[in-house]
Every structure is written in C-alpha cells, then in structure tokens.
DNA sequence: ATTTTTTATCGCAAATGTACGATAGATATT
DNA sequence: AATATCTATCGTACATTTGCGATAAAAAAT
C-alpha cells in the first residue's frame, strides 16, 4: 500500500503547513535554505561567512530549521554539516504544493 | 515576451518569499486560507463561527493577512467580504512552487 | 599537550506576536 | 430615529523572536 499524505488529517496538515511556513518566514532563513539547495550540505561557518548577523544568530537561526524538521545536522565522524532534511523537505513541498495547487 | 519572476532578483524573491511564509506561519491563518481557497469569499463572523478565538484575535489575523498581501478586503456597496488577493496569490504560489522546486 | 578554530549556548535587551475584553464606528433592521 | 449587528481598533498582558557579545565545549591544527 503506497503511502501518501493523504493520510495526514486536515488539524496535523494545518498545523504542519504552519510550523514550516512559520520556519520559513524569514529572510535570513530563507537565504539559508536556498543555499543549502544549492550547495548541498555546508558548515555554519560557510553560512555565517556569506550573511550580515553574528554566529550566534546564524547559529539560532540553524537550530529553528532544525527544529522545523526543515534541516538536519549532519553527524559526520567529526564535523556536522547542516543539510535539507529530505524527508521533511519533502513533505513541506507537498504540502505547500498541495496547498497552492 | 513573456514574463515571469525570474526578473525579481534574488533579493527581492527572497524578502517576497518570507514575508509570505510568515504571514502563512500560524496554523489559524493557513486554517483561514483553506477557508478561502474552498469558500471564495466570506464575512469576517463566519471566521469567528468556525475558529476557536475570539472576534478581535480573527480581526487581527485577517490584517495580517491582508498586509502581506495575500487577501484583500473586497469593499462591497456597504460590506466587506475577505477574498485571495488573487494577484499576490499567484506571486506566493510560484515563489514557493519555485523554491520547492 | 597547547593553541586555534568552530559551533552551541547563556544572559540580556529590544522588538514583535498573540490573545482578550472593551469600545468605537459604521451598516442594517425595526 | 433607535436599536441591533458587525467589524476594526485600543489598551493590556504575556509569550516568543531576534539579535548581540561573552562564554563554554568540542574538534582540529600545531
């Protein structure tokens, strides 16, 4: 049986959308995630390197991705790099393009 | 020629993009989108019916909304309905069918 | 082993967001 | 004209977010 998001009740699809429209919405993070797309995976240092906050905002910022579901760090034997989590990546473009028909 | 939003720099498509995403953030107002997209248009009380919060906090969403542009209050002889801003609309759908490719 | 580099977290301040009840203003009904 | 209905805004309280520098913790380089 195929799995699909069909299956996910209109509540958990609600509030789905809006957890990643909400991780999305801001510009630091935006710019963020279409780095990421198009580099792949890359160090917090690379990120901090490319935008006009501090590292520990960058950082901050990372961590609500993360948390999103929209990023993973990746673990690496002994470096993380931050990478689109492309199961939740996923799912957040079917819902948004579901969303936008 | 045909135009298309690949002449919004990458600036402006990504502040466009988060500003959108941000308004979309909270699972009230992707709730009241929904609405939308099925009902057309709608008086502000039959949101207040159907959502969980109070008239004021309903009133408020609906500004939000409204300033980032993605409804419009369509000024009627002597009512107000909220509908999609279809204009805006279109621009948020392809920035995000764009960006989640 | 020490030092340097990298990244996360803490503590703080300021700004923004969320929600409510009360109220005001405007439209519709009687 | 008076009343009822509908919607926006005000004032308030509380929570969350954003940003920074400082610091801690961990990894890499010397």
């Known amino acids: 049986m195929k799995r699909s998001l069909a299956h996910i009740d209109y509540k ?7 957890k990643f429209a ?3 919405g801001h510009s ?3 710019a963020i995630l279409k780095h990421l797309e198009n580099q792949s995976c890359c160090f917090t240092g ?5 935008l006009p906050i501090s590292q520990s ?3 901050q910022h990372l ?3 993360k948390n999103a579901g929209l990023i993973q760090g990746e673990l690496k034997p002994q470096k993380i790099k931050y990478c689109i989590n492309q ?3 996923k799912i957040a473009k079917l819902l948004f393009q579901q969303f936008f028909d």
């Open 63 to 65: 961590k609500e991705l």
């Open 46 to 50: 690379d990120l901090v390197d490319i």
């Open 28 to 30: 630091t993070r935006i």
């Open 87 to 89: 199961e939740n990546w």
């Open 12 to 18: 958990e699809d609600t509030e789905a959308l809006a």
């Open 57 to 59: 905002t960058v950082s």
């Open 22 to 24: 909400k991780a999305s």
